[in-house]
């Protein structure tokens, strides 16, 4: 398949200026508007030089610029002229006494500026004499599809008893050095005060403004100037910004749930979090956060965060949530969601039981590793709590619509503690305190995507049994160790993440139902050969550039001057419903356990964990430290240029896994498959034939993981009866399976053009949005005018609330 790869499309840019200066901390306070779809509010940033933060002002007067300019590049805007004095903030909605500091004239600003709404708005810093535009510094923050109204330095000197922070508590006039300072003291307190240091984060919100800055907005990013400041260090560390988001923002969904009721969540965008508050997105750009959001009072707020919050009653039936994050992380995982959601609870004497049966012995990997200093900056790590490193199930809510509740009930809330303690018992501490699981509506593009504390999970891995649902609950809390406590420096490796959550949602899942050894390795070579099948159709229907693990080879990290980067391909519209970095990522890591032995391969990983938690890291560190920690014997002559040359840095099937199906197609759960598939093909000859009954076959019980195999099996036959599919749907149960086996079944259905279970289609279409996009093109390929009719049916029914990148690609297919 040949795909034209466009950078000035496909690449998705990140703005900020992160060598200069960074976010040490984001204090939002926001109101959810689900009249209007917007958020607004203010954000506070507490900033702090950057690694390469000096004076660039020369000679020439224009080496100013040079600091900030670089991120600057990469996009241009058309400004337009607006007044200097009180560009506004937020509407009267929106006030309450933690803002009774701002400017009274804020709401008609306020209505004015969002007749802008219809273009990109954007600013202008007049260009007045004295201005001096080129020699000022430059913060520069992503930013997309937000409505910016006002910039200004906040006067942390006000704030009550910030004193303590001062060198001097005699001075009579506090100048910008002595903010900066007090600012500095702030986020650099030793962890044991994390208490009282954001209790001071948060009275700064609604500490005074102290001067107006300039900005300016484009369409990737916000870039903010105090006139005559000519460096990072002399910018102010802490600022106050007053925006709201716009309907069609890209980082959030609003949408109805399962109910019917109103909700709006993020969904994991590409843009990530840069349409929901400007940020920094670098991953660089490590920070913590605290949040006040306020709604009405029926709906929760749920949110990134380390409490389990709960809501303030206001005036006028509205209420907020308060969460805080005091593990330093990138912005892009910040997550809220907030509908009508209730949570789910079993009887206490079920939880109770469940709580006993579900402990797995410990790895021992925390006693082994108690020695190993944490590597990462300080902040209140449990990895140096023992109580945190021996508790194998951290407390955990379930939250859901009103009409799923029972279901979850049934299928979700019992795996919850044993896929918790499967993943202690491989790895150790859990990096997270606690967890939050939300079943998000129909229109969620996924099965599922892990935050801080929280699980989004698709309502498609509920029906049929506890398979999907446990496999992908492992998958996400994975992640909690690979992707979010250990995050990859840069978003192109992106098999640091989903291919290490893929390896070990098996290793998990296998342990959560209690397997035997022989039982986990037959269903672990199962799963491998069904994913080499995928890896194969994902290699054989792909640019070949997408299939790169390395994307850009040796200069993978490295960004410019500034700090600002691209993300290629990130915004390739193809590449979110690719799955090679979570196949090839999984073989390369299977591979290596195969070949170092388990035991080993598990042992490194936990001291891997202790290492580089709370760190970013490239490929290189994870497999230095892989091969350094064993011995040559068996190292096997493995090499890291070896695995670059083979598995990351190369498109199509990796050399070392070509012959590896072989084996994978002879292991005795597979064998079963054939056999069933032989008798399929004789009741499909029958048909043809009308034979008596009394030939009839008998069927074997078959695992999930085994009924995909055998209809992708029978996927590969010409020809297919209706008396044969009628069978074959009947003798499984087809349609009361998960999500996965009714794929496949649907794929046989258009294929066949089965009438019949036409209304399967329908009805998958409707409800497993998160995994449709694939058979939208089957019904179109089809050629069939009522398989076409059926494609454009389902797609009216569901273009308006759909996810945007899905509802792009399925357009594309239907018109």
Not at 156 to 167: D, K, L, Q, S, T
Not at 394 to 406: G, K, M, N, T
Not at 499 to 523: M, N, P, Y
Request: hydrophobic residues 35%; proline residues 5%.
């Amino acid at each position: 398949m040949e795909t034209v790869l466009d950078p000035s499309r496909d690449d998705l840019p990140l703005m900020a200026n992160t060598n200069h200066i960074l976010v040490k901390h984001y204090e939002l306070d926001l109101d959810v508007d689900f009249e209007n779809h917007v958020v607004e509010g203010a954000i506070v940033m507490f900033l702090e030089p950057g690694s390469r933060c000096r004076n660039l002002i020369g000679a020439d007067g224009e080496s100013g610029l040079s600091e900030s300019s670089e991120s600057s590049k990469i996009e241009t805007s058309e400004p337009c002229e607006i007044p200097v004095t009180n560009l506004g903030a937020s509407s009267s909605k929106m006030r309450s006494k933690d803002f009774s500091n701002c400017d009274k004239s804020e709401k008609d600003t306020s209505d004015r500026s969002s007749n802008h709404s219809s273009k990109e708005q954007t600013y202008r810093i007049s260009s007045e004499p004295g201005n001096h535009r080129s020699e000022d510094f430059l913060l520069v923050l992503d930013c997309c599809d937000l409505s910016v109204f006002k910039v200004e330095e906040v006067d942390v000197a006000a704030v009550p008893g910030i004193e303590r922070f001062m060198r001097s508590t005699k001075l009579t006039h506090v100048s910008k050095d002595v903010r900066n300072q007090i600012v500095h003291e702030l986020v650099t307190q030793p962890p044991d005060l994390w208490r009282e240091q954001f209790c001071y984060y948060a009275s700064c919100r609604q500490a005074p403004g102290c001067g107006e800055l300039l900005f300016t907005s484009s369409t990737w990013s916000l870039q903010i100037r105090k006139m005559g400041v000519k460096t990072a260090a002399e910018f102010p560390h802490i600022i106050r910004i007053w925006y709201k988001t716009k309907p069609e923002g890209r980082s959030v969904t609003w949408t109805t749930d399962q109910s019917g009721r109103p909700c709006v969540y993020t969904m994991g965008s590409p843009i990530n979090n840069r349409a929901l508050f400007p940020c920094q997105e670098p991953p660089v750009a490590m920070s913590t956060w605290q949040a006040t959001v306020r709604a009405a009072a029926s709906f929760v707020v749920l949110m990134s965060g380390e409490n389990s919050a709960k809501p303030t009653q206001l005036q006028e039936g509205r209420v907020s949530w308060n969460y805080y994050v005091t593990m330093p992380m990138p912005a892009s995982t910040f997550t809220i969601a907030v509908g009508s959601w209730r949570e789910v609870k079993l009887e206490p004497c079920s939880s109770n039981e469940l709580a006993t049966v579900t402990s797995f012995p410990s790895s021992g990997a925390d006693s082994r590793c108690a020695s190993l200093v944490c590597g990462h900056t300080e902040y209140p790590c449990p990895f140096q709590n023992p109580a945190a490193a021996s508790q194998a199930i951290i407390p955990h809510r379930v939250f859901a619509p009103e009409c799923l509740r029972h279901c979850c009930e049934d299928s979700l809330l019992p795996l919850l503690p044993q896929c918790l303690s499967a993943a202690h018992s491989t790895l150790g501490t859990h990096p997270f305190s606690r967890l939050d699981v939300l079943i998000v509506p129909a229109n969620f593009a996924s099965l599922g995507m892990a935050s801080p504390h929280i699980i989004f999970l698709s309502q498609s891995v509920l029906p049929g049994g506890s398979h999907l649902c446990g496999t992908r609950l492992c998958h996400e809390i994975a992640h909690a160790w690979f992707g979010l406590a250990i995050g990859a420096q840069d978003w192109t490796e992106e098999w640091l993440s989903e291919g290490f959550a893929t390896h070990l949602e098996d290793v998990f899942w296998t342990k959560a139902q209690k397997l035997s050894r022989e039982e986990a390795r037959e269903q672990q070579e199962l799963k491998a050969l069904l994913r080499w099948r995928r890896l194969g159709d994902e290699v054989q229907n792909s640019a070949e550039d997408l299939q790169v693990l390395r994307p850009n080879k040796d200069e993978t990290g490295q960004v410019s001057e500034s700090g600002a980067s691209v993300v290629k391909y990130g915004l390739n519209p193809e590449k979110i419903f690719m799955q090679v970095h979570y196949l090839k990522g999984y073989f390369l890591l299977r591979f290596l356990a195969s070949r170092l032995g388990e035991e080993t391969y598990f042992s490194f990983l936990r001291k891997f964990v202790h290492k580089f938690h709370g760190q970013l890291i490239l490929s290189q560190d994870f497999l230095h430290m892989l091969l350094e920690d064993i011995s040559e014997e068996k190292r096997l002559g493995l090499s890291v240029e070896d695995i670059f040359q083979n598995w990351l840095d190369a498109s199509g099937i990796p050399k070392p896994l070509q012959g590896e199906s072989r084996t994978w197609a002879e292991s005795r759960l597979v064998r079963q498959v054939k056999d069933e598939v032989t008798k399929w093909i004789r009741v499909n000859l029958r048909a043809r034939k009308r034979r008596r009954r009394e030939n009839e076959e008998v069927f074997e019980k078959l695992l999930p993981d085994q009924l995909v195999l055998l209809l992708e099996s029978l996927l590969e036959e010409k020809t297919l009866r209706p008396r044969m599919l009628q069978s074959l749907e009947k003798a499984y149960c087809l349609r009361e399976q998960d999500a996965e086996v009714r794929h496949r079944w649907c794929e046989l259905v258009i294929k066949h053009k089965y009438t019949k279970a036409y209304e399967d289609v329908e009805r998958f279409l409707l409800e497993d949005q998160a995994m449709g996009v694939y058979l939208y093109g089957e019904l179109m390929v089809s050629e069939d005018a009522k398989l076409q009719q059926l494609a454009h049916k389902c797609f009216e029914m569901t273009k308006d609330h759909m996810d945007k990148s899905p509802a792009t690609v399925v357009a594309e297919m239907l018109f």
